[in-house]
DNA sequence: TTCCGCCGGGACATTTATAGTCCCAATGGC
DNA sequence: GCCATTGGGACTATAAATGTCCCGGCGGAA
């Protein structure tokens, strides 16, 4: 890997080019089919540039281009795989990933290149990552818990198929929250379970209980097997959410708002609120995933990008256990902003 | 490794700069100090395409510009060393070695870019590498054995110094060959010697000799005490030259040059004169090592480059052992062009 | 000491590559 | 059958790379 470094003192630009010609070819996978004019407005690169890039890509088989768009090719779909590594370290994201891991104490992080909150369309890549993170962990049999979210929905979206249907159990971590149906557990359930080859089980709960409902609802023989089943899930996959954010498009009446905000939440996870220091806030009240069961569960894998859920991200890491983090570039950056400047104020 | 293959599939255009701006680092180290111009000479570009990347390397200290020439510097010769490798396998020589290991036979086989034939400047290169190669194989109190010739005479004068003094004893394989003295393999060996730190011994004897001086001589016992020390080699280096040239070069009466020719003799080594098949044709009257001391003898290096010398690296392979092979592209390349079409001729 | 050759670096015209901007025929989805 | 989007071609403006000189200076040989 260090022969790189060598490399890049004697061909300076080599590094930027490289990086440059594999998030194309890293785009196109992503999109495809694509044209070129929708690509370079994606890239945020001038339509004639890309233009040349592409047609390096075609000439060394790396993309096919048809009327319909372009598209990778295999070997083009095997670099992409084989450069991974080498891309992480020349543009620094596997530096910041190892930043990443200290600050946040979490044993795996994964950067994507780009910010989120600038450019829709990095969630997608978000999305890919972490579906690939999930599938490294998968096993025979096991329960996958899902939430819902905007992260969890592009994940099953754009998860690579295994090649051989995978006897999975997927199921939704609480009941709807909600959302918009595509971004509810249940939708994303049954989506993601299809992708895999898998079945899945769904959790019709409806939204804001009282406290007693809730409780007599999760007495029910019917809803109490599905309960356990995603307690006793062995992946559980979710998103990280800013509380105002979170509350606002679930509609919370304005008085928990108030709340929330008076009591400083700045995260949302499973349908619970925490402040920075990660303490809980609020509950959402709806059954299902509860956060002392993670402690239980396996292999928890958290989904967020974006600068703008940076507190966030710190806030659920403090407030439980997260095993694998998949995030971007710029909410990783923001994380280690903010750290860098809390210490200074800390130590000052 | 196989990651910059992969690389090279993404930007092309700058594996080829990275192999030529390596190559300029090289000469400069091989010849520094060095003027710009004598080295666009040497290079075969021009000189203002050589200035960028000179201006380049300086910017990236790894080369230092003074008024008696340029030099490169520790980092400039620390990433020489690493990416050695690397531009062995972009520029396809790690391939072609593989060939040549299969084709010849021989378990080591070294190519320097370049034909030593039309560049003279490649025979440092090819020395330099030779030099690497043997510092490899040296040990404590160990016997290298050297012959005469350009590229030993080479080696010799361009062999890393070891940072600390060697104890090894550097012998001339056989005695005197009627070069001209600074190819002698006693001036040779006393130059070796005094690069290495070791020492030398010195074996003077007259040129061309009857059967029966030679033999004479060979009993007394101070010559006698030389010679079993070089059949006792621990290493020998030798060259392998075309049998014609060497021969004119010797001054061989006619009669004998024309014996040779009409059998066929192609290679030269050590005294020895070899057809293409590798069998001996005609040795020259002179004591020291003989061909059936090889076998004994733990390290065989041979030194050769140039597309001129193909057929004689061939014999020679045939004709004995050969542990290590130090040659160039043009001697590659031909030796493969020879092979491929004598086994087209076989096979049809 | 003097002289000659090679040294690096500056300057400038020319060529070549690169990037911006349209346009067009063709194809596929609706 | 229409419309949007596709890839590819063409042309120009601009930037970069390159060829070709020149100059003052330092070092080694005479």
Redesign the pocket.
Known sequence: MHAFQFSSRLVP?LTEKLCSRYRVLQRIFLHQ???????ALLLG?????L??D??LL?EQGLID??????HVTDSGATLIKELDDVIRYLDGRHELEAKLRDVLGIARVVVVPGDSHKDDSVTRDIGYAAGRVLLEYLHEHCTIAVTGGSSLAMLADVIPRPVQPQSVVVVPARGGLGERVELLANTIASRLAERLGGTYRMFHVPESLSKSTAETLAMEPLIQEVVEHIRAADIVVHGIGEALTMARRRKLDAMTISELQAKGAVAEAFGYYFDADGHIIHVMGTVGLRLEDIAHIPVVIGVAGGAGKAQAIRAAAQAYRIDALVTDEGAGNSILQAYESSKFHTEG
Do not use: D, F, Q, Y
Not at 45 to 49: A, G, L
Not at 65 to 70: A, F, K
């Open positions: 630009e089919p694509i044209g070129r004019r929708s690509l690169i001038s339509e004639r540039i233009r040349a592409v047609e075609k281009v048809g009327p319909v768009g372009m």
